[in-house]
């Protein structure tokens, strides 16, 4: 059973800085491509970055190309969500995705909010 489970999310000024963390198990967490996503409530939940199991090659989205980093320790089984010059339009929740055997999972999600 696949379980991941995010934390290091929070209340954080707007030009701030926060690390996502998730941390996974249930699967061979090396093979595997890993993504951050975020949903804001009545909205639909929207790509954030995904980075390869084999490569390490990374994918953004536009509006956060420049500002978050994805990273992993493969060693750890966690994926990272590096997230500087946070703005207010970040806030949302933040969960973290595999697909393993062809079924999606996802973690329960960590709150991530930008003041102005």
């Known amino acids: 059973q696949v379980q991941l489970a995010e934390s290091g999310g929070g209340l954080v000024q707007a030009g701030g800085s926060l690390r996502l963390s998730c941390t996974a198990s249930?699967?061979?967490?090396?093979?595997?491509?890993m993504g951050w996503y975020r949903q804001i409530p009545g909205k639909e939940r929207e790509f954030v970055a995904d980075?390869?199991?084999?490569?390490?090659?990374?994918y953004y989205a536009d509006s956060v190309k420049g500002r978050f980093t994805i990273s992993r320790d493969n060693a750890k089984n966690t994926v990272y969500l590096q997230m500087n010059s946070l703005k207010p339009e970040d806030t949302a929740s933040y969960y973290c995705?595999?697909?393993?055997?062809?079924?999606?999972?996802w973690g329960r999600g960590t709150q991530v909010t930008v003041s102005s």
């Open positions: 995705s595999c697909t393993v055997g062809g079924n999606a999972y």
């Open positions: 249930g699967h061979t967490f090396s093979w595997y491509d």
């Open positions: 980075i390869s199991g084999s490569s390490g090659r990374t």
